[in-house]
């Protein structure tokens, strides 16, 4: 626990400068801008096997690789836009671990040939940018970022750039079209960020916990990194794990941790003795995870969340106990994505708006088991056909609620009240 | 030089220095910040300030203002306190504490108290979940978090906040 990305629990005030530079911090920046040249970077970075945590898991190394070097200027643009329900992790390790962060920009920034990198915040993240702000300029100050650094010729600076309350902005198109000052709506791919990106340029998109591990892989090595996860997912990853359990929180193990072992051992169980009863493991953007025990005993990692009818996506675990009813539930992730949806294409601006009105009538008690259908009809017809894929999330929880929970919606269909009258009365644990 | 430039004159060229010379517009959200400041919302004649920074349209800027939930197009209250009732804040409480607090507070969801002072608003994740009920409040300057929340914290805060205003 601990190893890489949070280990600011373990050594206290690795956020202050001095303390990261005690830590080896910055010298392995020093010695790949001094010593090495870019394409090794990458090579360590492939080795390692690190794949992105803001979501797809795509390979680090393979994307860095694509950067299309017959066109500058180069662009990396950091998504801390954090905006996926459940999801709190790259907010602890910029506020808690900013230095290794930064280190890990300024690394990806050398080895793709960017001078320039933007991190691009949700807007509510307006404190945490000022503190980023400070340590930026105190790396300028003390020689780590600016022109010509230690006397060669590489030159880096690094900015922030807030957001201002849009979900659809974490989409990494949709990020680059707000940061160049438009409305946040994803473009058409390909030509994918690697060839154009940013004002047109070749840019590197990477999620800020994809980064924070990168500075360890090159002062330890791609086997050290693999000593941790699994062979087609090494390393550890931050498991944001939330909703009715006792101990929610940020929890960094190797990647391959069961649930049973983060949900129970680590974060104490189901609070009020309730039963487990579905487990969403992407944050809203999930499929609804029957927790029987072969799905608690299913690793966490890219290849084997599949196996049990979902994506591990941002790690963000919601988990889900016996007192909620599935059309209370679908009703509040339809309508974060009907809020969400940037309207640029028909089926997911139409089709969240229907699916909020369906959800909302069988929540009330006032929909036939046709309306169900329906729901499931409407849901079916967006999925696939969308520009981007916030469209196929809004559809995730909708359609394996009603497949794997199905009695939660016969029983208001047939006018039962529902188990959420229940939820009304429940106060915060704490 | 418009007022805009008059007052934060070197905010703004600090801004614009962040983006290259000729992507002037990548400045657009910065300066609705900057904007914002002076009333809590941006104004008509603001949206053409922005714009005439930019060299862009104030059609443009107001749709920019439309899209984004952080600029608000008309006034609210000084302060608008929102609170997470998002899937994960609600599975610890939230509804219940939205609707409470509302009813503590005397307004509807989305509306403003009697003495104009606050805005409650629902809002969607704010990266913050492990910490149900939360809330934010968003001022003309700044965005605070107030985090593990009770309704009696909550209406504390907004007492404070008459103390100091004079309601
Ligand atoms: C609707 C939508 C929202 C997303 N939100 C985020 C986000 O908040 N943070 C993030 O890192 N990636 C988010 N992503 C994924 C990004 O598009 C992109 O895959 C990621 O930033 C790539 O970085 P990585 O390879 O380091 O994971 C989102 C994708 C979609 C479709
Ligand atoms: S799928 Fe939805 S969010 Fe994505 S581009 Fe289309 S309308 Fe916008
Ligand atoms: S759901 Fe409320 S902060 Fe995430």
């Known amino acids: ?430 | 030089m418009n007022p805009l430039q008059e007052r934060y004159g070197q905010e703004i060229e600090a801004v614009l220095a962040k983006y290259p010379s000729d992507q002037k517009r990548s400045a657009v959200m910065p300066l609705l910040y900057i904007a914002q400041r002076e009333h809590g919302h941006i104004t008509r004649e603001q949206l053409g300030q922005v714009g005439d920074i930019l060299g862009i349209s104030s059609t443009d800027v107001a749709s920019i203002v439309g899209f984004y939930t952080l600029y608000h197009d008309a006034p609210g209250g000084k302060y608008r306190l929102q609170v997470c009732n998002d899937l994960p804040c609600a599975l610890r409480g939230a509804d219940k504490f939205f609707d409470d607090l509302c009813s503590r507070l005397d307004v509807q969801p989305g509306g403003t108290t009697a003495d104009g002072l606050v805005t409650v608003e629902g809002v969607m994740c704010l990266a913050a979940c492990h910490r149900a009920p939360m809330f934010q409040v968003q001022s003309h300057t700044e965005i605070t978090y107030y985090e593990d929340q009770t309704v009696d914290k909550a209406v504390q805060l907004v007492d404070s906040w008459r103390q100091v205003n004079g309601k």
């Open chain 1, 1 to 430: 626990m601990n190893e890489i990305l949070l280990r600011h629990r373990e050594i206290q005030n690795l956020d202050q400068f001095p303390i990261y530079r005690q830590n080896k911090g910055f010298e392995t920046f020093k010695h790949a801008v001094t010593a090495m040249n870019p394409a090794e970077v990458i090579d360590v970075v492939k080795a390692s096997g690190l794949r992105g945590r803001g979501g797809a898991g795509f390979s680090t190394g393979m994307k860095w690789s694509f950067i299309d070097n017959k066109n500058w200027p180069h662009y990396v643009v950091v998504n801390a836009d954090e905006s996926e329900p459940g999801t709190f992790k790259d907010r602890e390790i910029m506020e808690s671990n900013p230095f290794q962060f930064l280190e890990g920009v300024m690394l990806c920034a050398y080895a793709v040939g960017a001078n320039s990198a933007y991190i691009y915040l949700r807007g509510e993240f307006w404190q945490l940018a000022a503190e980023l702000d400070k340590h930026i300029e105190y790396l300028e100050r003390e020689g780590f970022l600016g022109d010509k650094l230690f006397g060669g010729e590489y030159g880096l600076r690094l900015y922030t750039h807030l957001g201002a309350g849009a979900y659809i902005c974490g989409e990494e198109t949709a990020m680059l079209e707000s940061l160049e000052g438009k409305l946040g709506q994803p473009r058409l791919r390909p030509p994918f960020p690697p060839t154009f990106g940013l004002y047109s340029k070749p840019t590197i998109v990477n999620n800020v916990e994809t980064l924070a591990n990168v500075p360890l892989i090159l002062e330890r090595g791609a086997d050290w990194f693999r000593s941790f996860g699994t062979e087609k997912s090494p390393g550890n990853k931050v498991f944001s794990l939330c909703g009715n359990v006792e101990k929610p929180g940020n929890y960094e193990l190797s990647l391959g941790t069961t649930f049973r072992e983060l949900i129970f051992t680590h974060g104490g169980g189901i609070p009020r003795r309730r039963k487990i009863k579905a487990i969403m493991p992407a944050g809203a953007s999930s499929s609804l995870i029957v927790a029987d025990d072969k799905a608690l005993d299913t690793p966490m990692d890219y290849e084997n969340v599949p196996s049990v009818g979902a994506q591990l996506g941002s790690a963000s675990i919601i988990v889900i106990d016996d007192s909620v009813s599935m059309d209370w539930l679908i009703n509040k992730t339809v309508h974060f994505f009907k809020h969400e949806s940037c309207g640029k294409c028909t089926p997911c601006r139409e089709g969240t708006y229907w699916m909020q009105h369906l959800t909302e009538r069988i929540h009330h008690g006032q929909a036939k088991w046709d309306d169900v259908i329906l729901l499931q009809d409407v849901a079916t017809g967006i999925k696939g056909k969308c520009l981007c894929a916030l469209g196929d999330f809004s559809t995730e929880a909708v359609v394996s609620s009603i497949q794997r929970f199905r009695s939660d919606f016969e029983a208001v269909a047939a006018g039962a009240p529902t188990p959420v009258a229940v939820r009304a009365e429940q106060v915060s644990p704490k």
